[in-house]
């Protein structure tokens, strides 16, 4: 039988890696597949670099060539950006060919039009590089828990912000001075605003959520916050009082709708997923039938994420001759049964907080704080106060339990504007992932 045919839209990172998986492993794979793989084409700006790769493949710097190239089956989008991706995504769909990408932002903003369109072809668009890299976490809870109701997930699945978060705990150093390190270690996105600010996350979020509770992509309805507030105090803090901070992504599914956040969390040390450290990424699914499991694995890399782009087109080999509705859908559900669920606003959410406050150190301020807690119905699970050697203001740092969040929106502004209150009051929220 002919080898299957990939082109490779961009020979950077991934793609690189996608081909030397394919290389490296291609016996093995082809007693997986039934069908021997072979990588034909990379599209590519620089084809003198490309071309010092050494792969035995055809180089051509016009992406629009692989994608109209009838010899090939599939296409790994690999390339990143948006707007050239969706272009060529689409019209490889419509020259009939199954489609890989690893492009979390193009799946995240513009999956649903590229999984209407390739429903109408009948080919596959296959995503598991786009979240947490190598870790099949898609087919996992595509297909692994497709006999659960899917409660929640919450996951780290940014590498960069969980290397960063590692190192101002373990070393106590300073947010932006581990930045420059990710970005020299090549772990960050091209803008790393994208990393700390949880918009990676986000992206990968909104597709976790979509594929866990049967509902449309929704990006724009992520609440996102990042983690470059976060000091190394508050690391430190929350080390003081048994957890660790994690920027999570957080979906859960509850009477009233649906929530998905991405923020710094705190977590009590003793889960798993709170000793997830470095660049690694981990997911923690809660399904009513078999309860909590764990995905863990290497969130970005090069090999690490081929082995999801190559599994995709692994998958896609042995369901070429089946018939297009045989095969699983794209977001987990049947396309017709996607719900439009309601999202909730942020305020919605039930959470424990964590507040780091610098207060003058004089008497009947506690009181005052605890007033106003008191009042917005906050209670208090403990307390901790420290005055360095030296400075004037002591800080105080706050556990409370759950409680609305509009309730403690309305105690941080009272607290923060108390003339005792010297600077902003830092709050960080707080989840038992039990
Ligand atoms: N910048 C991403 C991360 C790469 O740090 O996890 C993988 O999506």
Same mark, same amino acid.
């Given at each position: 039988? @002919?080898?299957?045919?990939?082109?490779?839209?961009?020979?950077?990172?991934?793609?690189?890696?996608?081909?030397?998986?394919?290389?490296?492993?291609?016996?093995?794979?082809?007693?997986?597949?039934?069908?021997?793989?072979?990588?034909?084409?990379?599209?590519?700006?620089?084809?003198?670099?490309?071309?010092?790769?050494?792969?035995?493949?055809?180089?051509?710097?016009?992406?629009?060539?692989?994608?109209? !190239?009838?010899?090939?089956?599939?296409?790994? +989008?690999?390339?990143?950006?948006?707007?050239?991706?969706?272009?060529?995504?689409?019209?490889?769909?419509?020259?009939?060919?199954?489609?890989?990408?690893? @492009?979390?932002?193009?799946?995240?903003?513009?999956? @649903?039009?590229?999984?209407?369109?390739?429903?109408?072809?009948?080919?596959?668009?296959?995503?598991?590089?786009?979240?947490?890299?190598?870790?099949?976490?898609?087919?996992?809870?595509?297909?692994?828990?497709?006999?659960?109701?899917?409660?929640?997930?919450?996951?780290?699945?940014?590498?960069?912000?969980?290397?960063?978060?590692? +190192?101002?705990?373990?070393?106590?150093?300073?947010?932006?001075?581990?930045?420059?390190?990710?970005?020299?270690?090549?772990?960050?996105?091209?803008?790393?605003?994208?990393?700390?600010?949880?918009?990676?996350?986000?992206?990968?979020? &909104?597709?976790?959520?979509?594929?866990?509770?049967?509902?449309?992509?929704?990006?724009?309805?992520?609440?996102?916050?990042?983690?470059?507030?976060?000091?190394?105090? !508050?690391?430190?803090?929350?080390?003081?009082?048994?957890?660790?901070?994690?920027?999570?992504?957080?979906?859960?599914?509850? +009477?009233?709708?649906?929530?998905?956040?991405?923020?710094?969390?705190?977590?009590?040390?003793?889960?798993?997923?709170?000793?997830?450290?470095?660049?690694?990424?981990?997911?923690?699914?809660? &399904?009513?039938?078999?309860?909590?499991?764990?995905?863990?694995?290497?969130?970005?890399?090069?090999?690490?994420?081929?082995?999801?782009?190559?599994?995709?087109?692994?998958?896609?080999?042995?369901?070429?001759?089946?018939?297009?509705? @045989?095969?699983?859908?794209?977001?987990?559900?049947?396309?017709?049964?996607?719900? !439009?669920?309601?999202?909730?606003?942020?305020?919605?959410?039930?959470?424990?907080?964590?507040?780091?406050?610098?207060?003058?150190?004089?008497?009947?301020?506690?009181?005052?704080?605890?007033?106003?807690?008191?009042?917005?119905?906050? &209670?208090?699970?403990?307390?901790?106060?420290?005055?360095?050697?030296?400075?004037?203001?002591?800080?105080?740092?706050?556990?409370?339990?759950?409680?609305?969040? &509009?309730?403690?929106?309305?105690?941080?502004?009272?607290?923060?504007?108390?003339?005792?209150?010297?600077?902003?009051?830092?709050?960080?929220?707080? +989840?038992?992932?039990?």
């Amino acid at each position: 039988m @002919n080898s299957v045919k990939v082109g490779l839209l961009g020979l950077g990172t991934v793609g690189q890696g996608t081909a030397r998986v394919l290389s490296d492993n291609a016996s093995e794979i082809a007693r997986r597949a039934g069908r021997h793989i072979q990588v034909v084409s990379a599209a590519v700006r620089d084809v003198e670099k490309a071309e010092a790769q050494g792969f035995n493949i055809t180089i051509l710097t016009d992406p629009q060539a692989i994608v109209d !190239d009838p010899e090939i089956d599939i296409v790994c +989008e690999l390339m990143g950006g948006i707007d050239l991706p969706l272009s060529l995504v689409l019209r490889a769909i419509d020259n009939g060919k199954h489609v890989i990408t690893a @492009n979390k932002a193009l799946i995240a903003l513009h999956g @649903n039009q590229i999984f209407a369109a390739a429903a109408k072809k009948g080919v596959t668009v296959a995503f598991e590089p786009a979240v947490a890299g190598g870790i099949p976490v898609i087919k996992a809870i595509r297909e692994g828990l497709a006999a659960n109701n899917i409660q929640w997930l919450a996951g780290i699945i940014n590498g960069t912000g969980n290397f960063i978060l590692t +190192e101002m705990r373990n070393h106590g150093r300073d947010f932006e001075d581990v930045l420059a390190d990710a970005q020299a270690l090549g772990y960050a996105e091209a803008d790393p605003t994208f990393d700390v600010e949880g918009i990676d996350a986000a992206h990968k979020l &909104s597709i976790l959520a979509s594929i866990a509770f049967g509902i449309p992509l929704q990006f724009d309805a992520v609440y996102t916050e990042g983690i470059s507030e976060i000091t190394s105090k !508050d690391v430190a803090y929350a080390d003081e009082l048994g957890y660790s901070v994690k920027h999570l992504g957080i979906a859960r599914k509850s +009477e009233e709708g649906v929530q998905m956040r991405v923020h710094p969390t705190l977590i009590p040390k003793s889960r798993l997923i709170a000793n997830v450290d470095g660049v690694m990424n981990a997911v923690l699914v809660q &399904s009513d039938a078999v309860g909590p499991t764990l995905y863990y694995g290497a969130g970005a890399g090069s090999d690490a994420t081929a082995s999801a782009v190559v599994a995709d087109v692994i998958d896609v080999v042995r369901l070429l001759s089946a018939a297009p509705e @045989n095969s699983v859908p794209y977001l987990a559900f049947q396309p017709n049964e996607l719900r !439009d669920l309601t999202v909730l606003p942020p305020e919605k959410i039930v959470s424990a907080y964590y507040l780091r406050l610098q207060a003058e150190d004089k008497p009947g301020v506690m009181a005052d704080v605890t007033r106003i807690l008191a009042d917005q119905g906050v &209670s208090l699970k403990s307390i901790l106060q420290k005055k360095p050697e030296g400075e004037e203001t002591a800080e105080v740092i706050l556990l409370t339990h759950r409680v609305e969040e &509009s309730s403690m929106n309305a105690a941080i502004d009272q607290i923060g504007a108390l003339a005792t209150i010297t600077d902003k009051v830092q709050r960080i929220r707080v +989840e038992a992932l039990d």
